[in-house]
């Protein structure tokens, strides 16, 4: 009978994890929004938009920001979760390694010293 | 030859060396007449008890005192009219970090442009193409690939000075193998073994409940103690405790936020940030804590005040396995290896302190005691002495 090897955790990152990482980064990149992105203001036309511009800014935001402030709540809370979750699975993952090397000590004696018959 | 002049930060200086000196002082003084040099610019120093003349470095460049000098050097700022004098005129060097280049870069770009091109010749002297290379990135403004371990340029002033103290075996291999000549003394960093504070009644005034597992990260916040490693095994280990607390005090070098990775990694709500805190805030925090950490890498040959402390105040403390910490006994600290194992005995640590009742309380126990022979002032001054001694030979050979 061949007995089936055991997976072994890699300390490497796998393709996965850095495919997370890669989210991860992309997500506290763009997490924090912002309703007030520079003006442009280059030439007669443009200094008469962006005027127009900053003025409607101020007279919407009573009602921009607090939707903006929410996001970045949402956004920062989103990420902490993930963050968090992220912990729990690495220490799922020790606790497996863990255990994995302690059926791998037991399945050792075994074969050394087989159970006597009764 | 009993009378020292010692250049040195002094407390309020934000120079942990400021705090060293304060407390070795009144030991220095019960042997030698002190004067204590401070920066043209240096705040005024608390009042010390003890009779020392304190002068500013132009009053004394006036004097032309015949007195022995003894320069405190470090990375701080603080540290740039030390470095200038030790250069200018031999004495005692006494290197708190093997690698200086800190201080030698922090020169390099705010003391005008003789101080740059100084700094580029120095480094293509010493250590050639790289040094060169690793020079210019600095002066135009682009990241150097090289560690500042294999460029300490400390090789100066250390030649040209009569004897350097340093403060572990380490730090003395590594300094002999930058300057094979030098003549290096050890003298331990010493440290007051305070009175143990009482636990509960810490834990009260800073409203934190009696069975919480408080972790403390205490001491100046720079990046090589690595707190995100740190907060990243804390938040795997809190799946395993009741109830956590992360204390984090210290000010803050530029740059770095660490305060941003616990925000963006959920761990707010379970992290108290307390900024800078005077000494006597530091004891208490520390009275409160269960588990500290103090995990520095990469050294620069460094002596960590703030980890005797924590060994002084008997906390079990987690340091990096490398330099001058490794020469803490394996019993009275919890040794992290480097690399990724790292992360994995932290957390360890982490669950262990909170779950097995009185797991760190032997370890701290066992570091107190060490601290208490190794790092007396007794042999501090024993260390200081022997220095001042070779010194005082050289001079009146020549």
């Known amino acids: 009978m061949t007995t089936p090897t055991q997976p072994t955790i890699s300390p490497l990152p796998t393709a996965g994890e850095r495919l997370q990482a890669q989210w991860r980064a992309q997500a506290e990149r763009w997490a924090t929004v912002n309703a007030h992105l520079p003006l442009e203001t280059a030439g007669r036309l443009g200094a008469v938009v962006g005027a127009s511009r900053k003025a409607i800014r101020l007279l919407l935001r009573w009602y921009i920001n607090p939707i903006v402030e929410q996001q970045n709540h949402f956004n920062a809370a989103l990420l902490s979760l993930e963050a968090l979750h992220h912990a729990r699975e690495q220490e799922l993952l020790r606790e497996l390694t ?21 | 030859m009993n009378q020292l002049a ?3 930060p002094l407390p309020p200086s934000s120079s942990g060396i400021g705090q060293y000196s304060s407390e070795l002082l ?9 004067t204590i040099v401070l920066a043209d610019d240096a705040p005024e120093p608390a009042p010390l008890a003890i009779p020392v003349t304190i002068v500013r470095v132009s009053q004394f460049a006036q004097q032309r005192a015949p007195l022995l000098r003894l320069y405190q050097l470090g990375n701080s700022p603080e540290h740039a009219y030390i470095l200038r004098e030790a250069e200018e005129h031999p004495g005692i060097c006494v290197l708190h970090d093997i690698t200086l280049q800190h201080l030698q870069r922090w020169r390099a770009l705010h003391e005008g442009p003789t101080a740059a091109a100084a700094y580029r010749a120095e480094m293509q002297a010493r250590y ?12 135009q403004n682009r990241p150097t690939t090289l560690s ?13 000075s009569l004897v350097t103290i340093v403060h572990s075996d380490y730090a003395r291999a590594e300094l002999l193998r930058h300057c094979p000549t030098a003549k290096v003394i050890i003298a331990p960093h010493g440290v007051p073994l305070l009175p143990l504070g009482d636990r509960t009644a810490a834990r009260a005034q800073l409203g934190i409940a009696p069975d919480t597992l408080v972790i403390a990260a205490l001491g100046n916040l720079i ?13 795997r280990a809190l799946y395993h405790l009741p109830d956590a607390l992360f204390l984090i005090a210290g000010a803050a070098s530029p740059h770095y936020t660490p305060c941003t990775f616990a925000r963006m990694h959920g761990l707010e709500p379970v992290t108290r940030w307390l900024g800078r805190v005077s000494a ?15 995990l520095r890498w990469p050294t620069g040959g460094e002596t960590s005040g703030s ?21 803490v006994p394996d019993d009275a600290c919890v040794k992290i290896p480097l690399g990724p194992p790292a992360e994995a005995a932290i957390v360890r640590a982490f669950i262990q302190a909170g779950t097995l009742a009185g797991w760190a309380d032997p370890i701290g126990a066992r570091a107190r005691a060490f601290v208490s022979t190794a790092h007396s002032f007794t042999r501090t001054l024993a260390g200081y002495q022997q220095a001042i001694r070779q010194a005082a030979a050289i001079v009146a050979k020549s």
């Open chain 2, 26 to 34: 009144p030991t220095l003084a019960t042997a030698y007449a002190l």
């Open chain 2, 128 to 139: 050639g193409t790289l040094g060169k290379q690793a020079a210019d990135d600095l002066l």
């Open chain 1, 98 to 118: 863990e255990l994995q090397q302690r059926v791998r000590e037991l399945e050792a004696r075994l074969t050394i010293d087989p159970p006597s018959p009764q």
């Open chain 2, 223 to 235: 990046p090589e103690k690595r707190l995100e490693v740190a907060l990243t095994a804390f938040a």
């Open chain 2, 307 to 327: 980890l005797l402390r924590m060994l002084a105040a008997g906390r079990a403390t987690l340091v990096s396995d490398i330099g001058a910490f490794a020469e």
């Open chain 2, 148 to 160: 500042y371990q294999q460029i300490p340029l400390c090789e100066r002033v250390v030649e040209q």
């Open chain 2, 6 to 8: 010692i250049f040195t």
């Open chain 2, 280 to 294: 006597a805030e530091f004891e208490q925090l520390l009275t409160a804590t269960d588990l500290c950490v103090n």
